[in-house]
C-alpha cells in the first residue's frame, strides 16, 4: 500500500475533480528538487542536484572530449557548451550527446536533474545522463550575459578570543578546501574534484583563530601570516618586522578579546581580510561577550 503522502493528496484530488500543481520534482538520496531561479543557485553546494526553467540563449558546436578509462583505452564524448537564462541571471550548461536532439536554440525548457558544479568560485551546470528537457512557453525579459562568479564572502564582528597554531595537515591547493584525500603524495580534493601533487601545504602560512560574535556565534576559522602581522602591528601601533614574531604565543595574546571585523569565505572558512575596530566603532553587549569568552577559556583549561 502506498504510503507517499503526495500519492495520498493526488488521490484526493483525482476523485475531488480538482486540479493540481506540483512545484517539488523528484526525491532522489535524500534530496528533493525543487524549481529554482539560476541566481538562487550560487547558494546550492558542490554537485548538488537541481531543476530550472530558462531559455536556451546560446549553443555551442560540438566539441570532443576524450576520457581515460584506464592506461589502455581512451573514450571520445561529444559535449556543447550553452548559455541558459532567466529572468534573474545567466549560467554556462554543459550538456551531452545524449540531450542534443531534444534543445532547440531560443526554446525555453523546464530542465530537471541538472548537477551543480563549482570550482574556484566560479559555478556551471552539468545535464546528467536522466537529465530531462521539457519545452514550456517562451520565457520573457531573460538575462542573457553570464555571471558564473560566487561570493561565499561573509562579513561580521566579534572578538577574538583564541589564536592557535595549525596542525601539520594539508588542504587542496585549488580550492583551500580540508576535506581531502591523501595517497601517493597526491591530494585528491572532494569539493574541487581537482588532483594535485602535494606540493606545499597550503595552510602553512595560516593560524586558527576563534572569534565570538556579539549573537553569541562562535567562528573557527584560519587567518594568514600576513592579516595576522598586519592586526599586530595595527595593536601595538608599531611595525613589526621580524614575520617569525608572529609564532610566539606572547605575541597572540596582545590581541586576544580585541574587538574585529573581520570577511571570511564560507566554502573554505579563510578569513580575507580583518580590521580591528576602534572605540566608536566597539560592539555593543561587550560585557556579555567578554563573559562567554572568559567561559570558553575556562572549559578549554578543563
Known amino acids: 500500500t502506498p504510503t507517499c503522502i503526495l500519492h495520498t493528496r493526488l488521490r484526493e484530488c483525482v476523485r475531488s475533480g480538482s486540479g493540481a500543481s506540483i512545484t517539488s520534482l523528484r526525491e532522489q538520496?535524500?534530496?528533493?528538487?525543487?524549481?529554482?531561479?539560476?541566481?538562487?543557485?550560487?547558494?546550492?553546494?558542490n554537485d548538488r542536484l537541481c531543476t530550472v526553467q530558462a531559455k536556451l540563449c546560446n549553443m555551442s558546436n560540438e566539441i570532443p572530449v576524450l576520457f581515460e578509462q584506464n592506461e589502455f583505452k581512451r573514450v571520445q564524448k561529444m559535449k556543447k557548451d550553452t548559455i541558459i537564462g532567466d529572468s534573474t541571471g545567466a549560467i554556462e550548461m554543459v550538456v551531452w550527446e545524449s540531450h542534443f536532439n531534444q534543445l532547440v536554440l531560443g526554446n525555453s525548457f523546464h530542465i530537471r536533474l541538472l548537477k551543480v558544479r563549482t570550482y574556484n568560485d566560479q559555478i556551471l551546470l552539468i545535464a546528467t545522463a536522466d537529465a530531462s528537457f521539457i519545452k514550456i512557453e517562451d520565457l520573457e525579459d531573460v538575462i542573457t550575459e553570464v555571471d558564473s562568479?560566487?561570493?561565499?564572502?561573509?562579513?561580521?564582528?566579534?572578538?577574538?578570543i583564541s589564536i592557535e597554531n595549525n596542525d601539520n595537515?594539508?588542504?587542496?591547493?585549488?580550492?583551500g578546501s580540508?576535506?581531502?584525500i591523501d595517497e601517493n603524495n597526491i591530494i585528491s580534493c572532494n569539493e574541487c574534484h581537482s588532483r594535485l601533487l602535494k606540493d606545499q601545504n597550503?595552510?602553512?602560512?595560516?593560524l586558527k583563530i576563534t572569534i565570538l560574535t556579539i549573537n553569541h556565534e562562535e567562528y573557527n576559522l584560519r587567518i594568514s601570516n600576513l592579516l595576522l602581522l598586519t592586526i599586530l602591528t595595527e595593536n601595538n601601533n608599531s611595525s613589526l618586522n621580524n614575520d617569525n614574531c608572529i609564532n610566539f604565543e606572547n605575541n597572540f595574546n596582545n590581541i586576544i578579546s580585541v574587538n574585529v571585523e573581520f570577511t571570511y569565505n564560507q566554502t573554505n572558512g579563510f578569513i580575507t581580510d580583518i580590521a580591528i575596530l576602534n572605540n566608536a566603532e566597539s560592539l555593543e553587549r561587550n560585557e556579555s561577550i567578554t563573559e562567554e569568552s572568559n567561559m570558553f577559556n575556562a572549559n578549554a583549561n578543563i
Open 29 to 45: 538520496n535524500g534530496q528533493l528538487y525543487t524549481c529554482k531561479n539560476i541566481n538562487d543557485l550560487k547558494n546550492e553546494t
Open 149 to 160: 562568479s560566487i561570493n561565499h564572502c561573509q562579513t561580521s564582528k566579534g572578538r577574538v
Open 169 to 175: 595537515s594539508y588542504a587542496c591547493q585549488a580550492c
Open 178 to 180: 580540508i576535506n581531502i
Open 202 to 206: 597550503i595552510i602553512d602560512n595560516y
